[in-house]
């Protein structure tokens, strides 16, 4: 099996003993960079969906319960500007749905009998306690586009590809 090593002159066994294992190392180096990009990714998209939930979700349900649809509505029509949300939902403690925002359709819907979005293969999901003063006023559920996590995600293959 290792007979080509072995007819090879002691020069080339030197490159291939001392290449082989650096570009294993070089290749785990890599593997452990993105492991960790991804990891930093994870923990910024919680801590923005966590703040969506502060802000617009505590928004919409106190004035769904006031019975103020327009505040409502215009709590969550501040989603707009947040480029990681393609679809909202709040929900309220017992698991209804209040309301929807969706990128796609343009608007804020009020549906408390509505279905929950459905999840396509080119989102992230993620939920996250809409709470104010400690105490958990209901749920936002995000639909996140693949496109809006890393934008330069091209660019950063070709320096690691570069790099290689």
Same mark, same amino acid.
């Not at 593997?31 to 960790?36: D, G």
């Not at 709040?90 to 408390?112: C, E, Q, S, W």
């Given at each position: ?15 291939? $003993?001392?290449?082989?294992? =650096? ?5 785990? +180096?890599? #593997?452990?960079?993105?492991? %960790?990009? !991804? ?18 979700? $505590?928004?919409?349900?106190? =004035? ?5 649809? +327009?505040? #409502?509505?215009?709590?969550? %029509?501040? !989603? ?23 990128? =796609? ?60």
């Amino acid at each position: 099996m290792f007979r080509w090593f072995a007819d090879l002159p002691i020069e080339r066994k030197l490159r291939v $003993v001392i290449t082989v294992p =650096a570009m294993a190392a070089f290749a785990i +180096a890599i #593997a452990m960079h993105v492991a %960790t990009n !991804l990891l930093h990714l994870r923990a910024e998209m919680q801590q923005r969906a966590a703040a969506i939930g502060r802000t617009a979700g $505590v928004s919409a349900i106190e =004035a769904y319960g006031r019975g103020d649809t +327009a505040a #409502a509505i215009n709590a969550l %029509t501040a !989603l707009r500007d947040e480029p990681m949300v393609d679809i909202a939902e709040v929900y309220l403690p017992d698991g209804r749905k209040i309301a929807t925002y969706d990128r =796609a359709a343009n608007g804020v819907f009020l549906d408390p009998n509505g279905a929950p979005a459905h999840v396509q293969r080119s989102q992230f999901q993620v939920t996250a306690p809409a709470s104010h003063d400690g105490a958990v006023l209901g749920r936002v559920h995000i639909l996140i586009p693949v496109a809006s996590l890393y934008p330069y995600w091209r660019d950063y293959a070709l320096i690691s590809l570069a790099a290689i």
